[in-house]
């Protein structure tokens, strides 16, 4: 099956600095990625995904940009504000045989006023 | 409101006493599935199902059941619950299959944080 690893598990920055992570997956079959937020003691929610026929998408201050032949995707936020202080979680997934939804381990983001 | 929901949201049990923990969506979603949560682990899937009657294994089903009688419904069971299965459960839905914008994305309910003794 697929394996999706993230990396770092913890990130402290600066306001107003750019944050990255960074997602690796096994299976080149996937074609779904999304990135999940879960703020301390919420439900995860989507800020924002990609599908493996786009390089790069943008959302105002997040975007996410996909290699395919590297088999990796990173989240970028820029300008970060402490709002943006959360857990932050990839996943890959297939959406033509939509089942299994894979999730990286997290990324806690700490965004210092 | 468009919502997944679960019950209940906080449980204390013993080892080996049967528990059940509801999800209930009313987006008319065809998929559903559930989580665990860890520290270090990120979320795993348990089980997952794609429409009525059909459910499937996820990464982590040990000790777990489902059942999907109802589209909006998809309750977890634990026949004999284990300390090892002290845990923060989500379950989510989503439209489902096709490549249209949003028919994956998951809608998460907002957990159960489950402790066994």
């Known amino acids: 099956g697929e394996n999706v690893e993230q990396h770092p598990s913890t990130l402290s920055v600066q306001e107003g600095d750019s944050a990255v992570i960074k997602c690796t997956y096994s299976?080149?079959?996937?074609?779904?990625f999304p990135w999940y937020k879960q703020e301390l003691g919420k439900r995860p929610q989507l800020i924002i995904d990609?599908?493996?026929?786009?390089g790069e998408k943008k959302d105002q201050r997040i975007a996410v940009t996909l290699n395919k032949t590297a088999k990796h995707f990173s989240l970028h936020i820029t300008e970060t504000q402490p709002e943006d202080s959360a857990v932050y979680f990839c996943?890959?997934?297939?959406?033509?045989?939509?089942?299994?939804?894979?999730f990286g381990s997290g990324t806690k983001l700490n965004v210092k006023p | 409101e468009a919502q997944v929901t679960q019950n209940p949201r906080y449980l204390i049990t013993v080892t080996g006493k049967k528990l059940t923990v509801t999800c209930s969506q009313n987006?008319?979603?065809?998929?559903m599935s559930w989580y665990r949560q860890d520290p270090g682990l990120g979320l795993r899937q348990i089980y997952y199902?794609?429409?009525?009657?059909?459910?499937d294994k996820g990464d982590v089903p040990e000790g777990y059941k489902v059942s999907r009688k109802e589209k909006r419904n998809f309750p977890l069971i634990l026949e004999s619950p284990s300390p090892n299965q002290t845990s923060l459960y989500f379950c989510?839905?989503?439209?489902?299959f096709g490549g249209g914008s949003g028919a994956n994305v998951l809608t998460f309910g907002a957990g159960s944080r489950l402790t066994v003794l």
């Open positions: 989510a839905s989503s439209l489902g």
């Open positions: 299976d080149s079959a996937s074609n779904y």
């Open positions: 990609i599908r493996s026929n786009v």
């Open positions: 996943a890959a997934s297939k959406t033509y045989n939509f089942n299994k939804f894979y």
């Open positions: 987006m008319n979603h065809e998929y």
């Open positions: 199902s794609m429409n009525v009657e059909v459910t």
